[in-house]
């Protein structure tokens, strides 16, 4: 008798000719299909046994720039802002709440024609992706080759965030430089 197989593991029998029906001849039933034998369908929802294959949730472009909007939209106040300045601090409790998951949220003020430098390449995080937003004054984010020399200059413009990708391999680094006349205060969600 033919089979015909739904999948690679199921397998039901060929459908049979139909005859008309007749009094005498009894109704064939139809095959049950059982889900035993298919593994994916089985532990569907169910954790692995191997690590490689476990659940690696790393947050959205979205979450970053959400998250730096609310605590810049906090950092507002000049009572939240951070107080020593030209060194990144983590910002207060109060705007951190808008971040939700392992997002890091810190701020740094500058004094005019101040700068700081970047975030340094951990082996930690091997897909790091942080967000700068601009709470208030003028800054630049500069990035450098490993020699030192300049690749590029960019303003951070009030009210748009600016996402700073991880340099792999490259050696280069980051300075943000304060290119105004007043304080500068940047906001960093680092994923």
């Not at 009572?79 to 910002?91: A, D, N, Y």
């Amino acid at each position: 008798m033919p089979q015909r197989t739904l999948s690679g593991t199921a397998v039901l029998p060929a459908p049979q000719k139909a005859t008309p029906p007749t009094a005498t001849a009894p109704t064939a039933k139809p095959a049950s299909v059982s889900l035993e034998g298919i593994g994916d369908v089985v532990d569907a929802g169910r954790r692995s046994g191997y690590a490689h294959l476990g659940e690696r949730r790393l947050p959205t472009l979205g979450r970053l720039v959400a998250a730096a909007r609310g605590a810049a939209a906090s950092l507002g106040r000049p009572s939240l802002r951070p107080s020593r300045r030209g060194h990144w601090q983590l910002v207060p409790r109060a705007a951190r709440r808008h971040t939700g998951g392992r997002l890091r949220v810190t701020a740094v003020a500058l004094e005019p024609n101040s700068f700081v430098s970047g975030p340094t390449p951990r082996s930690s995080r091997q897909h790091g992706m942080e967000v700068l937003y601009l709470v208030s004054g003028r800054a630049h984010l500069i990035a450098s080759a490993a020699d030192g020399q300049m690749r590029s200059a960019s303003e951070l413009a009030a009210g748009r965030a600016r996402v700073v990708g991880s340099d792999e391999g490259g050696g280069g680094s980051h300075h943000l430089v304060n290119t105004g006349d007043e304080v500068a205060v940047v906001v960093r969600v680092t994923a």
